[in-house]
């Protein structure tokens, strides 16, 4: 008889287990092998949740120190200053701020004024332009301001001033690449502008800022004085390769000015 037939006198086929009988319960069903640490031994376990620990106090020490390092100053980073810098440095870096820790207070205006010389001749100088107000009108409404308009100006005088002290000297070595990147946008400012008239050529121009303090809030017992303060810059002359390509040129022979 086959072993695929049903009844009582069926016979198992071999290698296999044997049928529950007809209305028997079925038995317990088998548990399956543990699996993680629970797989492993109790000495085992007690290792691997120790790492486990270590590895998580340890980041979680990172990223405190991290924080404290990109954080505004505060009472733990003035008490525990070096301990943050040996921590970070300098695998570990970081180059930007968290919650802008300086904000600018004050309102900073670039301006510029040349002097030009005439197709006819004369030399004379232009009055003050208002490089940064220029900036704030193109910027004003516009959903995409170009990165030139929001940074370029104001990077070069931040730049500028961090290479130079109060009596306008140079105190490292990139004090002459922060002029000549000073002199060489507002030259292409003035030329943007026109200044002097049609066919004049800007000969040497001056660079001043105007500082003025933002008020603080009503509620802020803060005082700040509300009066602008002045930096001028001395004279530049401007040369050929302070003009950018497309600018006017410098005489009206044909040669257009150098810098290309």
Known sequence: MDAYDEGSTARPVPGEPA?????????????????????LSLPFQIGAALV??????????HLGMVFLHVAPSN??????????????????????????????????AVQVRAEVKATDGTVGTT???DLSAADGRAIDGNLLPSHTQQ???????????????????????????????????VVLRLDREGAGGPDAVVQQVQVRARTTNVPPPRWSEEQVSDKPVLRQLPWWPVAEKDRAAGTRPVARTGTMASGR
């Open 151 to 185: 940074n370029e100006l104001r990077r070069a005088w931040d730049f500028f001033v961090a290479t130079h002290d109060t009596t306008n000297r140079p105190n490292g070595l990139r004090g002459d690449l922060s002029e000549r990147y000073l002199r060489r946008i």
């Open 19 to 39: 049928a529950a009988a007809p209305g028997a319960p079925p038995g317990p069903a088998a548990s399956p092998p543990p699996a993680g640490l629970a797989a």
């Open 52 to 61: 486990l620990a270590l590895v998580a106090l340890a980041a979680c020490v």
């Open 75 to 108: 009472t733990v980073t003035k008490q525990h200053g070096r301990a943050i810098d040996e921590w970070i440095y300098p695998e570990f870096e970081q180059n930007w701020k968290l919650f802008a820790p300086n904000p600018l207070q004050q309102n900073i």
């Open 127 to 129: 009055q003050w332009y």
